[in-house]
């Protein structure tokens, strides 16, 4: 057993917490914060998800052993991709953009064939198995078309096809990921399956498809973690990777009308402009609604009164640190990531998992400036530590 697998797991960080779509970027970024963290995690070798742009996997298809081999010389471990952004992750303004394209756009299916590709060859020869994540299908909009979610299946059943050739080919099983996600058009456990019986209903699609199953998406949902994944294993569907990440929580039942206030003016720290804070509500009447983003809603609360209305809890899609469960007013959803873990270690539990554990704080530049306290590279560390040890308490 060792820091990067503990017993039949795989654990590093997704690298999309640094900016820059070209391969010297990543190159950069990797030396300048992938190998302190290692280095500071104190192991023979850190597992890295890789985030590989469009730009950046167009230059890997021409040169994937030179970045095999910069890797292996930084003891980097590259056991998965986050190929969910397809673009500039670190633009000003992201928000939507990161659904685009979608898979009905061949841009999308073509990406994600390179990505297998170039993940076939860096792969290392410890892993049975190496995993890319994607999004799932898209964003909904007035202009989705019958015809248009006809073709995302057809580009998805492609793309299985592709893999399986690809595993013919190289010996490499590349397994894709759809990551469900709040306000997409697959976001609930029940989206996802429904799809997989519509779109993916034969065993030969489900060996190459399977979920990504991101902790922080599932609580803004309010689905509890231990139900989701014993459907998915119930559905015959494969857990391809989980995102290990933390939500941040506003529990208004456990505050006066005074803290509310308090509570809602710390929230405003975190409705900033580049990504999208999709806010999972539970109302004063027990129902579940989901606000598109948390600097919408907050411009919606009211100067006087009760400032949530009467809600009693709300939970942001919002990356905060896994190693936080509560900061001032707030707390995170780190009981959500503690009881995934303990389903996953489950040997019981009817679940088909890669065994792939993939720390996603993505958000690290935009958090409030408080809650970043140490170097970048030493807080990937202590992300990567904390998770060895929820680990093995899980075991």
Request: with cysteine; glycine share 6%; hydrophobic share 40%.
């Amino acid at each position: 057993m060792t820091n990067l697998t503990l017993s039949r797991h795989t654990i590093g960080y997704c690298t999309n917490v640094h900016a820059g779509v070209d391969v010297v970027s990543i190159r950069r970024n990797l030396e300048q914060y992938a190998v302190p963290a290692r280095v500071s995690v104190g192991s023979g070798e850190l597992g890295v998800g890789l985030w590989i742009p469009a730009q950046a996997a167009s230059e890997l298809a021409a040169d994937a052993e030179g970045f095999k081999a910069f890797l292996s010389q930084h003891r980097l471990h590259p056991f998965t991709i986050n190929g969910f952004p397809y673009d500039n992750f670190h633009q000003k303004v992201v928000k939507h953009d990161v659904y685009r394209p979608t898979w009905w756009q061949s841009e999308r299916l073509d990406y994600t064939k390179q990505l297998a590709d170039v993940l076939a060859i860096l792969l290392p020869d410890s892993e049975s198995v190496g995993s890319i994540s994607t999004l799932p299908i898209g964003w909904p909009s007035e202009n989705v078309s019958p015809s248009q979610l006809a073709k995302a299946g057809a580009n998805l059943r492609e793309m299985a096809e592709y893999l399986a050739d690809l595993h013919r080919r190289s010996g490499r099983r590349i397994v894709l990921a759809i990551e469900p996600e709040p306000g997409c058009l697959l976001d609930t456990t029940q989206d996802v399956i429904d799809w997989f019986e519509t779109h993916l209903p034969e065993q030969t699609h489900r060996r190459y498809l399977t979920v990504c199953h991101d902790i922080c998406h599932s609580a803004v949902m309010m689905e509890p973690q231990t139900d989701v994944l014993r459907r998915f294993g119930k559905a015959g569907i494969t857990i391809g990777k989980v995102q290990v990440s933390n939500a941040v929580v506003a529990d208004w039942q456990a505050m006066s009308i005074g803290r509310r206030r308090e509570a809602v003016d710390q929230l405003r720290e975190f409705a900033e402009d580049r990504y999208l804070h999709q806010t999972g509500r539970r109302t004063d009447s027990g129902q579940f609604e989901l606000a598109e983003d948390l600097p919408l809603l907050l411009n919606q609360l009211p100067d006087k009164g009760d400032p949530v209305g009467g809600d009693e809890k709300w939970v942001v899609h919002f990356h905060v640190p896994i190693f936080l469960d509560r900061f001032g007013h707030l707390t995170t959803s780190q009981s959500d990531v503690m009881e995934c873990l303990q389903t996953l270690c489950s040997r019981s539990s009817g679940i088909d998992f890669t065994g792939h554990l993939e720390v996603e704080t993505y958000a690290w530049t935009v958090l409030p400036e408080s809650m970043r306290k140490a170097g970048l590279a030493q807080d990937i560390a202590h992300e990567i530590k904390w998770l060895q040890d929820a680990l093995i308490q899980s075991m």
